[in-house]
Each structure stands twice: as structure tokens, then as C-alpha cells.
């Protein structure tokens, strides 16, 4: 039976969702919970909507796990077991087709940071970003549109060797809301540090020190910019992954597989 357990996290203290030996990440102490749990040794493997790097946070994460046990029972077992920077927002039986990864349609995050001379709030401190100079979000916002669509997004990805990066980028705006610049990012998947060096692009764009070609020059180069600052982890938030209605969802899996570059 697959399972799909919808959760968030506090990124802080972790090194990122997929499991490294040694190292504490979402993947690894939810696996080893369930191992814990169910009392299987090894434990399950579960499959996420998105990987997070290490100190990104999520509000809406994806997985599924296959397991034969009740949801509702594994669900309350899981919120009594894990630590506090995990919250189990829900367990339930997955649609026929699901998959956490390949059945999604869009993912939603979004960055945060401030450019406040005082820096951010204190209480907010580990979901927004200090930055040190004035931001203009009118230049980030025309060195966004250079981005929208399909493209080889090569330039702003740590690639994976036989991974594609080519990817639809269907939303990229920013927004001052009193202290705080938020950045909504929207795409049908990301590579691997792709919106942080995206907001790189736009924050040396929004202090004036490009044009907003820049955007445009880089991303026709498919190759990483030392103009292009990777920003910090902290300020982002995987805030929704989207699926199709369920009889959709075998379909969706379909393309998904499908390379995008062949």
C-alpha cells in the first residue's frame, strides 16, 4: 500500500533532506523513525516531491512511502516520535498512479530577505536572509522576465552528471512588504541549487551592478557566472508542491520520466 504523508520542516539544524552517512537530514531521521516505528530493519525508503539542500526549510513537503499499516495510526505514532523541527501535517492512502516526485506538477518556493540596515527581525532570523546593500525590486523584477519559459537553465545549476536542466520556469517575482523582499519562484522542477543562483542573478541585478540583460546573457551562456552569487540557504521555503486530479496522475508520471532534452 503507498502512503503519502505530507510534512514541514525547520531546515536550520538539518544537512538537507536526502540521506548523507554522518550527517543529520529530514530524510534520514523520518526513515529512521519509521524503522523505529514499524520495527523494520532496514527501515523504508521514502520518495519526496523535492530534495532541499542543507538549511532550506519546508512548509508543504510531498513524499510516499510503501508500507502495509494504517495511516491514521502511523500518523500519530510519527508526531509523538519526531523531534520538533519536523512536523507530520498528515498520513493518508495515496491515489492509484501517485508518486511524490514524478506526479507533481509544480513546486513553490519561496525567498525571503531584507535589506533593513538593523537586518531581519529576530524572531524571524532563520527564514530571512540579511543583505547588507539596498535592493531595487523593480530592476529584480525586469531581470525576471528574462528567465520565464523553457530554457537550459545549465547557468544556474550544480549539475549531476546524466541529469537534464532543462526546466519551465512559470513564475519569478519579488515583492517589498515592509521590511521583508519575498521572491516567489515557480517551476515545474528545479535542479540542484537552482533558486538560490537564480536570486543571485537577481540581487546583483537589483543593487544596480548589472543591467537586467544580465539575466538574459547569462542563462544563453549554460555555464555558472562569477558574477553570480549562490545565496544563502536560509531564506528559502518550499511553501507548495501541486498534483494532478487523480485520474491524471499515472499520465503525469509518464511525461515526467520522459527527458526533457532527447
Known amino acids: 500500500m503507498r502512503l ?53 526549510h519546508a512548509r508543504a513537503q510531498t513524499v510516499h512511502v510503501d508500507l502495509d499499516t494504517h495511516p491514521g ?12 523541527d519536523i512536523r507530520i501535517k498528515s498520513v493518508t492512502v495515496a491515489p492509484e498512479g501517485f508518486d511524490a ?14 535589506d533593513h540596515p ?12 540579511a543583505h547588507p546593500k539596498p535592493l531595487t525590486v523593480d530592476l529584480m523584477n525586469e531581470a525576471a522576465e528574462h528567465l520565464l519559459g523553457e530554457h537550459d537553465f545549465a ?42 543562483a537564480l536570486m543571485g542573478c537577481l540581487v546583483a541585478v537589483g543593487e544596480r551592478r548589472f543591467p537586467p540583460e544580465l539575466a538574459a546573457e547569462v542563462l544563453a551562456s549554460r555555464a555558472r557566472d562569477g558574477r ?12 507548495e508542491v501541486v498534483y494532478p486530479p487523480d485520474a491524471d496522475l499515472a499520465a503525469r508520471v509518464v511525461e515526467s520520466r520522459r527527458r526533457r532534452d532527447e
Do not use: N
Open 118 to 129: 538593523a537586518g531581519p527581525d529576530p524572531l524571524a532570523r532563520r527564514m530571512i536572509v
Open 228 to 239: 553570480i552569487k549562490v545565496m544563502p540557504p536560509h531564506g528559502l521555503v518550499l511553501e
Open 4 to 56: 503519502r504523508i505530507d510534512l514541514a520542516y525547520d531546515g536550520t539544524e538539518f544537512r538537507g533532506w536526502a540521506i548523507q552517512p554522518g550527517l543529520r537530514t529530514v530524510q534520514g531521521v523520518l526513515e529512521g523513525a519509521l524503522g523505529t516505528i514499524l520495527r523494520l530493519d532496514p527501515p523504508p525508503q521514502l520518495v519526496c516531491a523535492g530534495r532541499t539542500d542543507a538549511g532550506v
Open 101 to 114: 516526485r514524478f506526479a507533481a506538477t509544480e513546486r513553490r518556493y519561496v525567498y525571503r530577505m531584507t
Open 155 to 196: 547557468a544556474f545549476c550544480k549539475q549531476r552528471e546524466g541529469a537534464t536542466t532543462i526546466r519551465t520556469l512559470k513564475a519569478l517575482r519579488t515583492i517589498r512588504g515592509g521590511e521583508t523582499i519575498a521572491t516567489t519562484v515557480r517551476a515545474d522542477a528545479f535542479c540542484h541549487s537552482m533558486v538560490r
Open 73 to 84: 495510526v502511523l500518523e500519530r505514532r510519527l508526531r509523538r516520535y519526531l523531534p520538533d
